[in-house]
Every structure is written in structure tokens, then in C-alpha cells.
């Protein structure tokens, strides 16, 4: 399979989507991004541009105030490179993680079913994934994912480490996509770009 270059929001979905690039033989080459929506947005016509030339995942969440991925994609990105893979993630990659309810619940160790059934129906996935650690039995899952109380953080100090090392040794995409439409579709564009010569 051929190398791509990725760009992400952020360093957990960088780790969500060098799983999904690990699961399909990809390897990359580099990741861009990791700075947020609003510098993502702002480099999406620079990383069209190479992407004439190299293969390019980009990943970015629905807004909160959109309610359809494809023309959030068609307005940020209305002609995608020849080699351009843009796809927005519903709503956030956090939902690509609880739709493998088994192996969340077994990391976080709650019960299966506290898992949410429809992830993408989800307004908030990262909260609902920072509300299962709360009913966690293990103390440290806890105080690393769940914020202090009296603090106005919205998750805990070690969140991003936490998911980030769920989704690279536990996650399993396959999975997953069986129940997440928006998962799904991601995948089918990462194996168009193995036809890249």
C-alpha cells in the first residue's frame, strides 16, 4: 500500500486515524494539523493543492450548528485534488470510538451497557465518552479522563493520552464501522488511494 499524508484537529484523532491507516496497510508519511479546527480550515486549500501530486486523508468534526456532513465537506472543500480524501467525521472521531462498544467498555471497565447504542445521534461524543469514565471501577481511569471537580476543564488531565492509547491498542475499526455510517465511509475513501501509483 502507498504512503499518505494526514491532517487532523487534534492529537486524538491523529491516533484514530493512524489506527484506521494501520488496520488497511497504510503507512504515513507525515500529520498535519493538531491545532484545531480553525487551523485546519485554514490550511485546507494548501493541503488541496498537494494533494495533486500525494495522497492526503483529511478529517475534520461536524460543527455543532451543522446537521449534514457532505455539505460541510462541499462547502469547505468544493473540488477536491485529484488525490484529496476529505471527509468529515459525525460529529467527532470520539463517536468512530464508542461505536466498538465491547472493547471501550473492557478499556474503561464499565459495563457494555452503558455504552451509548447510536453514537452518531450523540450532540456531544467526547462528553458521553468522558461520562462512561466517570462510571469507571478503576479509580485511575477516573482521575486521568474525568476533570477535577471546581475546574473548568472539560476533561481530565490525562484524556488525550488515555484515548489516544485506546484507539492505537485496543480499537478495532473494523468493528466499529459496522456501526457508524460515517466510520464506514472514511475507510472506503482511504482504500481509494491505493490505487495511487
Known amino acids: ?24 496497510g497504510f503507512d504515513t508519511y507525515a500529520v498535519y494539523g493538531l491545532r484545531g479546527k480553525t487551523n ?3 490550511s485546507l486549500v494548501a493541503f488541496n493543492n498537494a494533494a495533486q501530486f500525494s495522497p492526503w486523508l ?45 472493547s ?8 457494555r451497557a452503558l455504552v451509548p447504542a447510536d453514537p452518531e445521534g450523540l450532540s456531544d461524543p467526547k462528553q458521553a465518552l ?7 471501577r478503576s479509580q485511575t481511569i477516573v482521575a486521568d479522563m474525568v476533570p477535577r471537580p471546581g475546574l473548568s476543564a472539560d476533561v481530565g488531565p490525562a484524556y488525550t493520552a488515555r484515548v489516544s492509547e485506546f484507539a492505537l491498542q485496543h480499537w478495532r475499526p473494523d468493528i466499529a464501522a459496522e456501526g457508524s455510517p460515517s466510520l464506514r465511509r472514511c475507510i472506503e475513501r482511504v482504500r481509494e488511494l491505493a490505487a495511487y501509483p
Not at 476529505?86 to 470510538?97: G, M, P
Open 130 to 136: 468522558v461520562n462512561l469514565a466517570r462510571r469507571s
Open 58 to 102: 483529511v478529517v475534520r468534526d461536524l460543527d455543532h450548528d451543522d446537521a449534514c456532513g457532505a455539505a460541510l465537506a462541499k462547502t469547505l472543500m468544493p473540488a477536491p485534488g485529484k488525490w484529496m480524501r476529505f471527509h468529515i467525521a459525525v460529529r467527532e472521531t470520539e463517536a468512530w470510538l464508542l461505536a466498538d462498544p465491547e
Open 104 to 111: 471501550l467498555a473492557r478499556y474503561l471497565r464499565v459495563r
Open 1 to 24: 500500500m502507498p504512503g499518505l499524508t494526514l491532517a487532523v484537529e487534534g492529537v486524538v484523532d491523529a491516533a484514530v486515524l493512524q489506527r484506521v491507516l494501520d488496520t488497511e
Open 40 to 42: 485546519l480550515d485554514a
